[in-house]
């Protein structure tokens, strides 16, 4: 019975996949022969169905104070020692090639 399932739903799977292709393509056929006559007839600009701000009442204010920022006046402290990362790590290391370079 699982085996059954498993063929259903691959077949359903499959049949999917397919028909996503076959469709996206024609969708986009139709999608692009639309495309053209919206962009003929005007349809595509940005404000097509929006009114003008005059008849909508909205002012627009063009002249906008400038936002002030402050510059950060704290100094970066810097360490003047760099600490290496794992430092016991590194000592086993070189141990162990000073080790092989004796033998």
């Not at 005007?42 to 404000?47: D, L």
Request: glycine share 6%; hydrophobic share 40%.
């Amino acid at each position: 019975m699982f085996r059954l399932n498993q063929i259903i739903r691959n077949l359903f799977l499959r049949l999917e996949g397919f028909l996503s292709v076959v469709f996206k393509s024609l969708f986009s056929l139709v999608g692009n022969f639309l495309g053209f006559f919206a962009k003929v007839f005007g349809f595509n600009k940005p404000g097509y169905f929006l009114e003008s701000d005059e008849a909508q009442g909205i002012n627009r204010n063009s002249a906008q104070e400038p936002i002030e920022t402050k510059p950060d006046k704290t100094p970066e402290v810097t360490s003047p020692t760099r600490r290496r990362p794992h430092v016991k790590m590194d000592d086993y290391y070189l141990n162990m090639a000073r080790d092989v370079k004796k033998k």
